[in-house]
């Protein structure tokens, strides 16, 4: 194979499998929470950013990654407050950070075709320096995302829930729209920054087709993005295209695939699983398994009140006399 | 005396610069079954999200188990499920998943669960009667079912004080039973419930007393009268005539 014998390529596809692992794995949490439009907006934002590298010549994956750090931090502020206006004022910070960002690209002199290389990711300009920063950022978001998979499983269900447990809600949210931010800029040099978003989703949508857990959905979505940020690279090798169309046309053609396999499924389990409940907290009747003894009011089992007799609570049951035996009550 | 697990005073809340508590008192004891009673908009439901922390209050003071709110850290402690018509996100996730979630005020970060963890969130699920369902994904569920999956989660941590918010509101009568049975035997091991209800149903003999709210005033705190059903419905032939030995000590 010999586009492994350019080094370019060999970074390439080091910065792919990063992203097509990292991507993924904040998106289940940004699909989990219902925000899956928050990473198209943080690459808006980021885009200025990099703007501003290209103004000041410092390493636009530095800028970016600051700027976008810093809108993640106001939305997830914006979304906190509740406002009813939120939404509008989410909207404003997404387009003035693409506006911003042609417009500070066009005072520093680039040209759209610069631009597009941040906007749609480019197999050729992954540089050593590049590589370093985006591998470090990716292994922080992807040990943060597994690490703390509990946690951020917890708040990204159930908020309110998180908050009563104790949790420090406010601090996971902003942790995952940082993640979502640095991922941004990891994802920037391959998929790019319009369409990162669909690298954090499709490979989640296309997982949740075929999966019933979280974890095995989490796992499979950091697969199922970097299969196709692989073959995107390599196909932008042979065919002159932007990668990060090529990444994301593959993962849409794996989700088309996919859908059918997951409806039916979807379907066989419903058959299976119709009725599987526990009887005894139904209403049925439940004999105990063999007793040792019989419960009385000295067998050290407290007694409980239920209607017109007396249950003992043993080991988490509550056991009923019946007959010669006892039910579960 | 039993100590009070929830106390609150004088308190009073505004939801976006509009009154809805104006000077409540409401006070639960251990081992105590409490529920609130009130129309839509009487601010029972307004009455549990601050007593739990998750509505600042105005004035007034909030203690669980004799610490004030502010200072209250043993979220353990408390089992709260709130009003939810469904138990699932935006990604797939098991029973066992979201159960699991419950565990987590007992957990320390970046470790993984402990053998006790796992049989607390497994006895959660037992509890409500899912065992069988545990490893399906809660989106699959009936409404019943995935209340009662939220019922589980808030029992994972084992805790001394469940919060329930209108637990029974749009629930199959099935779930509402099993719902009643895994109450009762919460409340056998001594610990205390304080809930909202809409209405009675199956957990009324169950309940010690009942608070009415209106118009965010308490209206009546006392006992309520019970109908003559046993907790899961008119008596029928498992419920044993027997003498009632240990009567009054849960009571």
């Known amino acids: 194979m010999s586009f492994l014998d350019y080094d370019f390529m060999q970074r390439a596809l080091i910065a792919a499998v990063l992203t097509g692992l990292a991507a993924p794995a ?29 103004l000041t010549g410092w ?31 989410l909207a404003m910070l997404f387009y003035g950070g693409i506006a911003g960002g042609v417009l500070i690209t066009g005072l520093a002199g680039s040209t759209a075709a610069t631009l597009n290389t941040y906007l749609f990711g480019s197999i050729t300009t992954v540089s050593q320096d590049d590589l370093w920063v985006v591998a470090v950022l990716a292994a922080v978001v992807i040990a943060l995302a597994v690490g703390l ?23 996971y949210s ?60 390599v196909f932008s090798y042979y065919v002159d295209v932007a990668p990060g169309a090529s990444i994301v046309v593959g993962s849409l053609i794996g989700f088309v695939l996919a859908w059918p396999a997951g409806s039916l499924l979807r379907r066989r389990r419903a058959r299976r699983s119709v009725n599987g ?53 | 005396m039993r100590s009070a697990v929830v106390d609150v005073r004088g308190l009073r809340v505004d939801l976006d610069d509009r009154p809805v508590l104006h000077g409540v008192d409401l006070q639960v004891v251990e081992g105590e079954v409490v529920t609130l009673l009130g129309a839509n908009g009487s601010g029972k439901s307004t009455l549990v ?16 188990f004799g610490t004030p709110l502010r200072s209250f850290h043993d979220w353990w402690r408390v089992g709260y499920v709130p009003q939810r018509t469904t138990a699932a996100g935006g990604v797939p996730a098991t029973v066992r998943e979201v159960v699991a979630a419950g565990r987590l005020a007992r957990r320390k970060l970046f470790r993984p669960a402990r053998k006790a963890d796992r049989a607390a ?42 919060v329930l918010d209108e637990p029974n509101a749009g629930v199959d009568k099935r779930s509402q039973e099993a719902f009643a049975r895994a109450l009762r035997t919460f409340v056998a091991s001594g610990r205390t419930v304080l809930l909202v209800l809409h209405e009675m149903g199956p957990l009324a003999p ?15 705190d006392g006992p309520l009268p019970t109908p003559s059903m046993t907790l899961t419905g008119p008596p029928d032939h498992h419920d044993d005539h027997r003498e009632d030995y240990g009567a009054g000590l849960f009571g």
């Open chain 2, 121 to 162: 969130v497994d006895h959660a699920i037992e509890l409500v009667g899912l065992s069988d369902q545990a490893n399906r994904s809660v989106a699959n569920l009936s409404g019943g079912q995935q209340q009662r999956v939220l019922i589980a989660r808030a029992a994972a941590s084992e805790p001394d004080l469940m």
């Open chain 1, 59 to 89: 390493a636009p994956v530095w800028t970016s990654v600051a700027v976008a750090i810093l809108g993640a931090l106001a939305i997830d502020y914006v979304r906190a407050k509740g406002r009813a206006s939120a939404d509008v004022a």
């Open chain 1, 149 to 171: 998979a509990p946690q951020l499983f917890a708040v990204c269900q159930d908020e309110e829930f998180a908050r009563v447990s104790g949790l420090p809600v406010r601090l």
């Open chain 1, 26 to 54: 904040v998106g289940t949490y940004l699909v989990q929470r219902r925000l899956a439009l928050l990473g198209d907006g943080l690459g808006h934002v980021a885009l200025t950013g990099v703007a501003i590298g290209l």
């Open chain 1, 174 to 233: 902003m942790l995952i729209a940082v993640m979502a931010a640095v991922t941004v800029t990891v994802a920037m040099r391959t998929v790019g920054l319009l369409l990162v978003s669909a690298l954090m989703v499709v490979p989640v949508a296309t997982a949740q087709q075929l999966t019933r857990s979280f974890r095995t959905t989490f796992a499979l979505a950091m697969v199922l993005g970097v299969v196709p940020s692989l073959g995107g690279v």
């Open chain 2, 49 to 64: 999200r601050t007593v739990v922390g998750l509505v600042p209050s105005v004035a007034g003071e909030v203690r669980l």
């Open chain 2, 206 to 220: 169950l309940v010690d007393r009942g608070v009415v709210l209106d118009g965010g005033h308490v209206v009546h």
């Open chain 1, 277 to 329: 409940e526990d009887p005894r907290v139904t209403g049925a009747h439940v004999p105990t398994e063999r007793h040792p003894h019989q419960h009385d009011p000295e067998c050290g089992h407290p007694t409980v009140e239920h209607g017109d007799h007396t249950d003992y609570l043993h080991d988490g049951h509550l056991h009923a006399a019946h007959d010669r035996h006892y039910d579960e009550h």
